[in-house]
């Protein structure tokens, strides 16, 4: 058998796959960076962590060290599984040496695996250790009613001793940094000659994680893992210390671990005499794709932070502004590979009431400071008072971009790290999400980078100088917007499946009003279907952001596609324009008008437009349609599920549900309809025969109520059809078109009488006596008092003919926007 084979055949009984072929990146590096990107000295200050927290007691320092010991624990797992993958060839490799066709020479294997047995045991004694202290001291306690819970007492958790013995050994470590130059050498020599051992060396797979996860790595990255190892030793430990009372056992212990650990670095850094790029794979370097401003949060703080997307890893960085005479720097805060790392968005968060009340109150002194500046005289004093203004808005302009995103996006790593951004932009979040994931989809894990190094070049290499603050524009461009803009979305086509979908609309500008807001997602549909009003009041806005977003029952939405709209006050009119925008897989049809005026300063909170108990002509127009957006959604909602429903419209839902339902409408329509989406389907009925029960005009109206009895009395049954019919016609537009949007829906419940048992007569008895009323109680009926069942028999009646019809008209649900004769439907 070839020696090779019998490698392959090792590795594979050790249930560690060999992959035939390994794609490689073709990116370069930045030319700096591909010249000086040395391993630097070890050092153990370089890099800048975040400031240590502060702790109200010694209990909350205990608890926060528990949780610094579980870390490093995790840490030392996916360290030990690295050495692992990493030795696991070695002994195949050692016997094909002495064949007549060896993969490497006994002495090569030597130098390419030096000293990592040792590391790998003395890591491994330091894990058993530290996890059996750990596991003595956090044991779990079943209490009544309780699966469990965790219970410590922190100043008899004694760990010093452990880490002082590891770093007694850290001089294993020694052999291994001054030989490691040859060792990559080897490897790298090796994988251009050997195509055998090539295949090898670029496909090595390792468990990491708790889900463990496979991930593959280079040769060379797996032999970087114990430098980049030795250097965070002094971190842990500077970690770890701070989190121990200096009243506690460990105290001590700690701190002379931390000494040696110093000590050893400052060693090796006095005698490296020759320093080498570090690659990331085979002819593959690091190179700057993206970089930008985000907001970094954890552990309920939020800070905004300059980020940097590089060919195989995420770096987050803070800006240090330089004094004077000195340069500007940028500080490590962490850093994520791209091999293996998962991206999950979230939409829809909420801000609390205490967090609202604070945005609000920087709104309402960034509209004051604007209000300011532009009253601010052109004189030397004015520029004074005008410099001193702006300075406060841009002050003001960077606490809202902290504080007002509500889009998550989440990054897991394979070796347990996470970390959250942040964004106030859906728009931008998808930028960056579609940015990293196209970078994930190769899963090799590349050689660390020289975090001294890599965070010193940011200044250099950075292609976004400061965050994007509109306070900084000197000059208002005279194309931009100020008053109120309205976007009417119609619907959507081209879904490649049926999908609940929904439109996000962002406007830019200052950040005194919303600048963004959603549809509500429609029904499962290949052409979904919204005709909804949103209008937002802009200030200095310069364009539109548009994005189709699927949304699954999971809450998994996803972007389908996205684009962007310039704003231009020229062509922009106070009648409506319509327009089909493409978004990549999907076109979305709108319309858009504008309205310029004085802007009001901000208020706390939208006002509420309530819907039941409101003419329906005053919903029809606070919603730019002809049919209640609470009717269509309801009725769209009993279609998709309720139509094989027993007694659909007969059987009512729970009384709890149907009111919460009502005040979601009353409230927030994109809530509602979302709420409605998860209800029972009689819920939704429910909430249908509400909505016609509390009009405070009945649907038809009640001047209309004896010309329809006087219609019943005709004989010919065409001839009663078409006078029904006429006087339909001289119902307000609203009324008219909701009733026939209503009585298509109820035919087509009756069709599935079969299965429903909802027959016409059943459903004219139902929506009777909600949708038609006599304008006066006991009105008299051809020369005699009318009693309530006389009165009840006719509403019945006069609906039950309605549904009849086999030919009613159409109905319009929503009023046309593309209003302007002068204007044509352009397609962007």
Known sequence: MDVYEEAVGYLKSQRVPVQTETEVMEEDVFQEEAESCLLSPLHSESIDFPDTPKFSSPEEMLERRLVVLKRILESEEVYLRELEALLMPMKALRASA????????????????????EIRDMHQSFFSSLKDRLS????????PGEDGQMSYTGFELVVGDVFLKMVNHLGLYGGFIGNYEEAVEVVRKCTQSNPCFRTLAQSMMSNIGSDKTRTKYTFEALLYKPLDRVTKTTLVLLDLLKTTPETHQDYALLQEALRLSHSFLSGVNESSQSKRGVMLSHSVRRKLMRDGFVVDASEGERHMRHLFLYTDLLLCTRFKLATKGKQDQYRFCWYLPLAGLKLRWIADQQHSPDAQLRLHTIRTKMHLLRQQLLQHAQGSKGMTLASRTRKKLEQLELMLLTHS??????????????????FSSLHELEDWREAIHKLTIDNIETVPPDL????????????TQQPRLHSTNEVEDELSLCGTLSVAVHSACGLQQPASVYVCVEVDGYDFYDKQTKTHSSVHSFNPLWDQELAFQVDAAQELRLLCVSQSDEYNDAVLGKTCVKLDSKTLKKRWRRQTLNLGQVEVTISLK????????????????PVFCVPIEVIAQQEGVLVPHVVRCCVEEVERR????????????ASNDISTLKAAFNSDLREAVTKLRRAEVNVASGVLKLYFRELPEPLIPTDMFQSLTRSLEIQDVDSRM?????????CPAPNRNTFLYLLHHLQRVSQKQDTNKMTLTNLATIFGPSLLRPPVAGLEYNGSSMDISLELVLQVQVVF???QCNNLPEAQTSLPHDTDSEDETTHM
């Open 405 to 422: 995103p509500v889009y998550t996006l989440e990054l897991h790593s394979p070796s347990c790290k996470s970390h959250t951004l942040l």
């Open 642 to 653: 309720g139509l094989a429903e027993v007694g659909i419209y007969r059987i009512s839902g």
């Open 722 to 730: 078409v006078s029904m019919l006429s006087l339909l016609q001289s």
């Open 594 to 609: 504008f309205s310029p005026h004085p802007l009001e300063p901000p208020s706390a909170s939208p006002p509420l437009s």
């Open 136 to 143: 003595a001291h956090c044991h779990i306690k079943p209490g």
């Open 801 to 803: 003919n309605y549904l």
């Open 98 to 117: 002495g064949t007549s066709q060896p993969v490497l020479s006994s002495q090569q294997v030597q130098t390419v695996f030096y000293q990592v047995p």
């Open 452 to 463: 001294l190094t890599l965070t010193n070049a940011c200044v250099k290499l950075r292609m």
